[in-house]
């Protein structure tokens, strides 16, 4: 018997809508599953108290300040830092050995399990630069972490912006610089957002590196030089340590809506900032 | 005519790495004058004309010898400022180039970047840029709408507006009417007829009927040669080379 074009087309779709459709249903059946367990314990005195007797009771509010300090912290310091870097590696060099090598660097960078990069951070900025276990190891630790997604994913959006506009550039007479700050960036934007948006998602979420350097310390941390211990931590000590299932899953219930409010915001944003320069 | 010179190529060769694009061109560029090029595609035409400004520093393999004079300068020599040049010289090119903005800022690029901050001076300029490319009627209302939203026809005026915006000397076009209709067409040659009282203007066009039309001198370029130069009227009519004849009457290109 021979299958007929007609046949095979409507097999290969029906295929591509199964494994679509298992896709989300996975995704929706985690957030749905872990808020179905832990909404109710969401209160607004779980979101503005301390924790009480390890986490048995009271809130995550210091986790949350910890999350916010040490992710923001991470991102300030590897946003400039990638995107400078991508900038000399796409409009200040020429294609050669030594930008394949970094390139291949940042690729490997990417490859390593965040642990290893928690364990870099112990021995460097822990125990080695002595700034013991707080908010800024863990910052340093977790910047060094996404460096690698934020130079790949501003790497793409920038060799993306047109040639022409380069030439345009340079033809009515900007620098260099110029060329790069008010044309490149500027049609960049969008792509270099999103890497930042993945890095933000990806610094909340971690939990390996920030054990080893930001620490696990309850208290509220009022210096960047304090412990802190930050939301997924907070759940993996919780659940692994069977302190309070409740709790763990309300904890997460916040980490899934936080995200997810990161993720919607940032999106709504990037298609106000692409309305704007097209 | 000899004080209105603005430019002087001499012996000028272009090299991409091995390739020699241009050999050793002679010519005098005059003000108050459209320099016609002409010639069929890979002889060298374009390389010439971004060769005026040093769009073609921008290549990695490009290399030259010989001299461009520009003002009494050489425009290669180390010290001169590229920026600054390409201002006095400027270019529109084949495919018109909006940068992804409002029309205003476009215009307004060139000078922003020389450093004019004052909006008033920014507002003059607009104004005069696309006055002179016969645009200002057509946008004076939308000036902050994006460049994307104009036909082809006007993006390559408001290109040619962006050019003098920063009031050059001399104005390149590379075939600039290339993707236009008639229309489009002839209200560029119409712009360049007016522009050519203050400016040295050097047109490289694939349409040999545009170059008879709309230029007052015209070079015929083969193979990155410059085989012969003379007024437009007299090269169509009468051609001195053989090659240039048989280009201009169809016979190959």
């Known amino acids: ?18 494994l679509t459709a298992i896709t989300i249903l996975v995704l929706l059946f985690i957030i749905v599953y872990i808020l179905f367990h832990g909404i109710r314990n969401v209160t607004w005195s779980f979101l503005t108290e301390s924790p009480r007797r390890m986490g048995r009771q009271g809130g995550v509010f210091p986790m949350i300040v910890g999350t916010i300090a040490v992710t923001g912290l991470a991102v300030l310091i590897a946003a400039p830092v990638g995107v400078l ?15 394949s090598v970094i390139r291949f660097g940042a690729d490997c960078l990417a490859a390593i399990p965040s642990i290893i990069f928690g364990l870099f951070g112990f021995v460097f900025f822990v125990v080695v630069l002595g700034m013991g276990f707080s908010i800024i190891s863990g910052a340093l630790t ?58 933000i998602g990806r610094c909340v979420s971690e939990t390996a590196a920030v054990m080893l350097t930001a620490g696990s310390a309850l208290r509220m941390p009022y210096s960047p030089l304090e412990s802190s211990r930050t939301l997924s931590l907070h759940f993996y000590i919780l659940s692994r340590e069977g302190i309070s299932m409740q709790n763990a899953y309300a904890t997460a219930s916040v980490l899934i809506i936080t995200i997810l409010a990161i993720n919607i915001i940032a999106y709504l944003l990037m298609r106000r900032l692409i309305a704007k320069v097209r | 005519m000899k004080d209105n010179t603005k430019i002087i190529v001499d012996g000028f060769s272009a090299f991409y790495g091995q ?21 069929p595609s890979n002889s060298g035409k374009s390389t010439f004309l971004r060769s005026l400004n040093r769009l073609n520093d921008l290549h990695r393999h490009f290399s030259y010898t010989g001299k461009i004079v520009f003002d009494g300068k050489d425009i290669y020599d180390p010290q001169v400022n590229v920026p600054s040049l390409r201002r006095r010289i400027g270019m529109v090119y084949a495919v018109p180039a909006p940068l992804p903005c409002s ?47 104009l036909s082809g026809g006007q993006q390559q005026r408001m290109c040619l507006a962006r050019s003098l915006a920063l009031q ?18 002839a209200k560029i040659e119409d712009a360049l007829l007016e522009l050519k009282s203050s400016y040295a203007i050097v047109l490289v066009t694939n349409n040999t009927k545009q170059a008879a039309r709309a230029s ?30 048989a280009y201009i009457t169809g016979q190959f290109g």
Request: charged share 20%; hydrophobic share 40%.
């Open chain 1, 85 to 99: 870097t991508t900038i000399f590696l796409t409009e200040y060099t020429r294609e050669s050995k030594l930008t």
């Open chain 2, 103 to 149: 029309i205003y800022d476009n215009i307004a690029y060139g000078p922003k970047v020389s450093g004019i901050r004052s909006r008033s001076q920014l507002d003059e300029l607009v104004e005069f840029g696309l006055k002179n490319a016969f645009l200002w009627d057509e946008v004076k209302d939308r000036l902050h709408q994006p460049a994307s939203n």
């Open chain 2, 19 to 39: 390739t020699e694009a241009l050999k050793k061109i002679e010519l005098s560029i005059f003000s108050q004058e459209r320099l016609a090029i002409i010639g």
């Open chain 1, 1 to 18: 018997m021979k299958i007929t074009p007609a046949t095979s087309q409507r097999f290969v779709v029906t295929i591509l809508w199964l």
């Open chain 2, 216 to 245: 007052d001198r015209t070079v015929f370029f083969l193979m990155g040669q410059l085989i012969e130069v003379g007024q437009t009227g007299q090269l169509f009519t009468t051609p001195a080379d053989k090659r240039t004849e």
């Open chain 1, 142 to 199: 977790l910047a060094i972490m996404v460096l690698p997604t934020i130079i790949r994913t501003s790497e793409e959006a920038i060799r993306a912006v047109p040639a022409v506009y380069r030439e345009v550039s340079y033809g009515l007479g900007s620098t260099r610089w110029q060329m790069v700050t008010r044309v490149v960036l500027k049609s960049a934007l969008p792509g270099i957002g999103t890497g930042i948006v993945l890095s």
């Open chain 2, 168 to 185: 050059p000397e001399v104005l390149l076009l590379d075939e600039p009417c290339s993707g236009l209709d008639p229309i489009s067409t």
